[in-house]
């Protein structure tokens, strides 16, 4: 049972970046498969959970909030654009009419500006902007989990580059936010105005010249430490290497397009399955070209396993349950009914607590 319990996070025993958006990526799944609100609203609640039980005080855990408060501004907006702009769905419980303005058919078919605001066409619209704010939810909890730099560190030997372009830029920007409230606090102190057009060019160019000098700094430590050099590949392995990643990034963009679309559940998964081998196919060959080592590389543990499957699981108990139940899972607004919240739907749901339980603890003094 010892060996069962969380430990204290540290860097030896940190779980991998990987696991906590794989882990969001099930739950992102499972919220496209349904418009139910008390599932939508559940998601949110486990994803809110693990990450008040998880996260540390680092930068990106704060995350969380903004992605919060962006779902909110998702299902208003969604419903504004019902106000405004209509809805196709039929309602016999007219809540009130706006004043409609005429549009040409021929530039404006089927869309209405005003007109009769239902309550069926008003519930339909929640629904559809809850579905997009868990989605964005699911996204938030991967941001606030996830360290980014660690995560950019375990990225295949092929994407190196790209990753090391992410880095600086994720090193560049606090600093320039620290420059602008650096230079912002001196003109207070010198009496001088901190805003209008004016003083934001006076702030902008030291900034910008800071930039340039850290810029130039960091190309000649990254030239003086070999980056950019390559190994020699023969040109078959490169053709080849190409083949694959295109292939298998078409293969995940046709299989993960079946898996949100309620029709292509069938193919989805497999075709998901095969382009991700022929991407890490490709992605392990084109590997061949990097001659960098990596330091203290981060393990796939069991606990990662866990974190990842209790993400995939969910997924997978959703999928099953919109071909076994659509109706469950879509609760029809024409009648206007109550949604019911299906059992075992639900109680696969809370299977995606399992990371607040097996995740490594984050210290007291950086958990929030």
């Known amino acids: 049972m010892h060996r069962l319990a969380a430990p204290r996070a540290r860097r030896g025993n940190a779980l991998h970046a990987g696991a906590w958006w794989l882990w969001a990526l099930g739950l992102a799944t499972a919220a496209s498969r349904t418009t139910n609100p008390l599932l939508l609203g559940l998601i949110i609640g486990v994803a809110g959970y693990v990450v008040a039980a998880r996260r540390t005080a680092a930068p990106w855990a704060r995350s969380y909030g903004a992605f919060l408060k962006l779902g909110l501004f998702v299902i208003g907006l969604r419903l504004l654009f019902s106000v405004l702009l209509g809805s196709p769905i039929p309602g016999a419980h007219v809540l009130f009419t706006l004043p409609e303005v005429p549009l040409p058919a021929w530039a404006a078919q089927g869309i209405r500006l005003g ?83 004016k003083a934001i060019l006076q702030i902008g160019l030291p900034v910008l010249e800071g930039a340039l000098e850290r810029s130039v700094a960091v190309a000649a430590s990254m030239d003086a430490r070999g980056y950019g050099r390559t190994a020699q590949v023969p040109p078959a392995v490169r053709h080849t290497t190409n083949v694959l990643t295109l292939g298998g990034l078409l293969g995940m963009c046709a299989g993960t397009y079946g898996l949100l679309a309620a029709e292509g559940a069938a193919y989805g998964l497999p075709v998901l399955a095969i382009g991700l081998g022929l991407a890490l196919a490709g992605l392990r060959l084109g590997g061949r070209r990097s001659i960098r080592t990596r330091y203290r590389p981060d393990r796939w543990g069991w606990r990662a396993w866990v974190v990842a499957g209790s993400g995939a699981a969910v997924a997978a108990a959703l999928i099953r349950a919109g071909s076994l139940d659509p109706a469950a899972l879509q609760p029809g607004v024409v009648p206007l009914v109550a949604p019911s919240l299906p059992l075992w739907p639900a109680a696969a749901i809370l299977i995606g607590l399992l990371p607040a339980f097996v995740a490594p603890v984050p210290p007291k003094e950086s958990a929030q």
């Open 115 to 197: 007109g009769r605001v239902s309550a069926e066409q008003l519930v339909f619209a929640f629904y559809d902007g809850a579905k997009l704010a868990a989605l964005l939810v699911c996204v938030g909890a991967a941001n606030a989990l996830a360290n980014p730099a660690r995560l950019l560190k375990s990225l295949p030997a092929a994407l190196y580059e790209a990753g090391v372009a992410v880095v600086v830029a994720m090193t560049f920007a606090p600093n320039m936010v620290a420059d602008v409230a650096r230079l912002r606090t001196a003109r207070r102190l010198r009496g001088r105005p901190t805003g209008g057009v």
